[in-house]
């Protein structure tokens, strides 16, 4: 978490049709696409669902700008061998596989090193693929990235056709500029940028390391509150979308395209960060993981970590999601008679965790901060040895827990395969991760009973 001050502004809560402009009456009053626009714009709608979605679920946003986006040369495909972001997670092109597998911190020399080098990394380049499942073509599964970088974006844009981009930072601030202005997101934090949104990030504390979920189908919305009332989780008013900035540059630009989980560049000579106006609710935004508003049991038993959802990409199956993002902030335990660590379980969702700082509840060891964890559909997991028997034995009285740590998972109801790159020697996979529970005893004796304790 930094103390740095955020340079920008902000404008509060969560699927809001937002009015911005940079420039006074730059949005046409009572009407899109007047004959001619103020102050000589061009008025372009971005749409992030179909026309005729319900209104409840409907998503665009209108941009005024300077130059349409259209205004580009034709794109060409990227060398695959120049970038590492996956696009088929079928069988034979992706490794299933049940067992439980740790990663330590990716590309630790990078950040260890915390200087640029000759080998510069900027976002996009610095993706790399790790784990997916489904298909970008027919709008239905998600991709899990990594993404180390140590380079900025200068005169570069990038923008995903496949689906939005959930940015977890685990080391360095982003600061990013989109074309509905500027965001600074530090560790802590999460962004969100949708499909189509065009983007560029530099890194102001230098060498940066993080988290990417990418949804294909729906977009992120707050989880249904349901019995927990109208209160809680991560509450609307917390979101922060950027105000409206735009720069009149005349340059040699690349963008960068992400489709059907391929690259294309094309060159164009202008910022593509011109729009003085805009008015919509297809924005991107950021959220502050501090001011989750945690629920949890006050009696009896660990609850489901369905509880910690901050965001979520449903399916079509109602109760089941694509994609959850789910956080364990610092909270009080205080249940009575109760285990307190997650149990151990077997699921039908995969569940991917990384661990942005501090030392996760369930594991003592082996699980670091910029490593990540995965534990697939049915696949056995559960508090390492030495946490079971500490937690065995506690004193049961109120105890704060995770101070000082934030740890996330990207939870799915589709099977993640893993990648070449997730496999290779270019990743640290500790192979003993299965020890973690090599310890755990038979405690059975059918004289003795713990009841009433």
């Not at 074309?179 to 530099?202: D, K, T």
């Not at 079509?316 to 610092?330: L, N, S, Y």
Request: negative net charge; hydrophobic residues 35%; charged residues 20%.
């Amino acid at each position: 978490m930094t103390n740095k001050i955020d340079p920008y502004k902000y404008m509060k809560g969560f699927g809001n049709h937002f009015s911005s402009e940079a420039l006074q009456d730059a949005l046409p009053k009572g009407q899109n696409t007047p004959q001619k626009c103020p102050y000589g714009l061009y008025a372009e709608q971005l749409s992030g669902t179909a026309f005729t979605v319900d209104r409840k679920n409907n998503q665009r946003s209108w941009l005024y700008r300077i130059r349409p986006s259209v205004c580009h040369q034709p794109f060409t495909k990227l060398d695959s061998k120049s970038h590492h972001i996956a696009n088929k997670f079928g069988i034979g092109d992706i490794h299933h596989i049940p067992n439980q597998i740790r990663w330590s911190p990716f590309n630790k020399l990078l950040l260890e090193d915390n200087k640029k080098t000759s080998n510069d990394i900027d976002f996009v380049h610095g993706l790399h693929t790790l784990a997916g499942a489904g298909d970008p073509t027919i709008k239905n599964g998600l991709a899990i990235h990594i993404y180390t970088a140590n380079a900025n974006m200068d005169n570069t844009a990038f923008y995903n056709s496949d689906g939005d981009f959930l940015i977890v930072p685990q080391h360095g601030r982003l600061d990013i500029i989109t074309e509905f202005g500027c965001l600074m997101v530090a560790s802590n934090e999460i962004v969100v940028i949708p499909r189509g949104i065009r983007y560029s990030i530099n890194f102001p504390d230098g060498p940066s390391r993080g988290y990417v979920l990418e949804v294909f189908g729906n977009h992120f919305e707050l989880p249904d509150l349901g019995p927990i009332g109208a209160n809680g989780l991560a509450n609307p008013r917390d979101f922060l979308t950027p105000v409206a900035s735009f720069e009149e540059k005349e340059c040699d630009y690349t963008i960068i395209n992400k489709y059907a989980g391929q690259l294309f560049v094309s060159k164009q000579d202008h910022s593509p960060f011109d729009v003085v106006a805009w008015h919509g609710n297809y924005v991107p935004y950021k959220y502050d993981l501090g001011k989750f508003n945690t629920v949890n049991s006050v009696s009896f038993d660990h609850i489901d970590p369905s509880i910690f959802t901050v965001l979520t990409s449903k399916s079509a199956f109602p109760g089941t999601a694509i994609a959850d993002f789910v956080i364990f902030p610092p909270r009080w335990a205080v249940q009575e008679h109760t285990f307190r660590p997650p149990y151990f379980h077997r699921n039908c969702m995969s569940e991917f965790m990384g661990l942005i700082s501090g030392a996760y509840e369930a594991k003592s060891e082996g699980f670091l901060p910029g490593g990540a964890s995965l534990h697939s559909h049915m696949t056995p997991h559960g508090p390492d040895s030495a946490t079971f028997e500490k937690a065995s034995n506690d004193d049961l009285k109120p105890v704060r827990v995770a101070d000082g740590t934030m740890s996330f998972m990207f939870e799915s109801s589709l099977m993640l395969g893993i990648t070449e790159w997730g496999m290779s020697n270019q990743v640290d996979i500790q192979h003993d991760y299965w020890k973690a529970w090599k310890e755990l005893r038979n405690n059975f004796d059918a004289n003795k009973s713990t009841k009433g304790q």
